[in-house]
């Protein structure tokens, strides 16, 4: 098996835990759940763009998940703040 042959595969992977995780953060019983699926969605995508960055042969795509994943942080702690004040 080639070393493209596994990336893909852990792109595909990743892809599927994504997609799982938008579940939890349609049906998340809880605001805090639904916040906490939503960071984990977005590390698995950043760890996504990172894997098709090497597939790819693509150093953009990592600039692009960098700056992807500081946003998402940045996103979270905003999010993370704003239920702090309701519950």
Do not use: C, H, K, Q
């Amino acid at each position: 098996m080639t070393t493209e042959a596994l990336f893909s595969y852990a792109a595909a992977v990743l892809g599927l835990a994504a997609l799982a995780m938008l579940g939890r953060l349609v049906a998340g019983p809880t605001l805090a759940d639904r916040a906490v699926a939503l960071d984990a969605m977005n590390t698995l995508v950043v760890a996504l763009m990172i894997i098709l960055s090497v597939i790819f042969d693509s150093v953009v795509m990592v600039d692009v998940a960098i700056v992807y994943a500081g946003l998402s942080f940045v996103g979270t702690m905003f999010i993370a703040r704003y239920l702090e004040g309701s519950m």
